[in-house]
C-alpha cells in the first residue's frame, strides 16, 4: 500500500509563501488522483486542491483559486501544493492524500469530499502569524 508523507509546513509571517510536499516511497509511483486538504483547529477538513496525475490536469477548490498551485515531480516522486500571500486563515493541518482510480478524479461532485479519499499522510501543520 502507497505510504504518504508530507513536508514543507512550517511558522511563517503573512504575505509569505510556503511549498508542502507529499512524497511516495521512491521504489513506488505517485497514485492516479492525488490532492490536498485542509483542516482547521475545530472545522471540518476540507478539500483544497487535487490533480490527475496521469496529465496534470488540476482542480481547485473555490477558496484555493489564485494563492494555491499544485504540482508533480515525476522524478522526485512528489505532489506540491505552493501556497502564496499566506494569510492567518490559512493556518491548518495539511494533509496528502491519495487514490490510485483515475476516476476519482473525474468525479468532480466528491472530488473535494475527504470521506470518498481512503489513503492519506499523517499531515503537515501550516501555522501563519500576522
Known amino acids: 500500500r502507497v505510504q504518504l508523507v508530507e513536508s514543507g509546513g512550517g511558522s511563517v509571517k503573512a504575505g509569505g509563501s510556503l511549498i508542502l510536499s507529499c512524497a511516495v516511497p521512491k521504489n513506488s509511483y505517485l497514485s492516479s488522483c492525488m490532492g490536498w486538504f485542509r483542516q482547521a483547529p475545530g472545522k471540518e477538513r476540507e478539500g483544497v486542491a487535487m490533480?490527475?496525475?496521469?496529465?496534470?490536469?488540476?482542480y481547485y477548490a473555490d477558496s484555493a483559486k489564485g494563492r494555491f498551485t499544485i504540482s508533480q515531480d515525476n522524478a522526485e516522486k512528489t505532489v506540491n501544493l505552493q501556497i502564496n500571500n499566506l494569510e492567518p486563515e490559512d493556518t491548518a493541518m495539511y494533509y496528502c492524500a491519495a487514490d490510485g482510480r483515475p476516476e476519482r478524479c473525474s468525479d468532480l461532485n466528491g472530488l473535494f469530499q475527504p470521506s470518498l479519499w481512503a489513503l492519506w499522510g499523517p499531515g503537515t501543520q501550516v501555522t501563519v502569524f500576522a
Open positions: 490533480i490527475y496525475t496521469g496529465r496534470s490536469t488540476t
